[in-house]
């Protein structure tokens, strides 16, 4: 199973480190002809407003969208998140705008810029380590959308059929059982060759 990580700006490295540790292989994506060679795509943390035109600028918009719509899985971790979601708090445009949520950015405020904590995540069975860093939150989400963790009563990890997402970067630790939930929705999804 092969998986991409959009490799426009961010923590690319690490989300691959983290895929090849559940097995799968990993693979930086710069160029939207080389989501055809992946099952699955990962969007990282990092600035969304930037990473947002950069998709912009490389066609990425309509590419990922397709991608999505073929029913293949994709995970935004962080910024990723925030670009993925269909509504910015504040009144911000949307990127991807695929996933029904609305979302705050640097939700957690200037004192608590990062953090980390253990955090118990629906479908996984002991809590994983979440290392936030001016993170989002999702304040809305849709009937179809699964909250899967919650952090202080705040909607930190959701799925939404092949969508994944989370405010914290999971890549930025040893602990790989977030990419391998998505490496077994990838798997379930049944699209890969
Ligand atoms: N604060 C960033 C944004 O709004 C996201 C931070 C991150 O990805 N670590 O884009």
Known sequence: MRIGVLALQGAVT????????????????????????????????????????LMRKYGFIEAIRDFSNQGKPIFGTCAGMIV?????????????ELMDITVARNAFG??????????????????IRAVFIRAPLINEVGSEVE???V?????????????????FHPELTDDFRLHQY???????????A
């Open 151 to 167: 952090y202080k009563d705040e909607i930190v990890t959701a799925r939404q059929g092949n969508l994944l997402v989370s405010s």
């Open 14 to 53: 690490e989300h691959i480190v983290s895929i090849e540790k559940t097995g799968a292989e990993g693979l930086a994506i710069k160029r939207v002809e080389q989501l055809e060679e992946v099952e699955g795509l990962i969007i990282p943390g990092g600035e969304s407003t930037t990473i947002g035109k």
């Open 110 to 127: 200037r004192q608590r810029e990062s953090f980390e904590c253990d955090l118990d995540v629906k479908g996984i069975e002991e809590p």
């Open 147 to 149: 909250v899967l963790s």
């Open 84 to 96: 993925l979601a269909k509504q910015i708090a504040g009144g911000e445009t949307g990127h991807l």
């Open 182 to 192: 998505f490496t077994d929705m990838v798997e379930a999804s049944g699209t890969t």
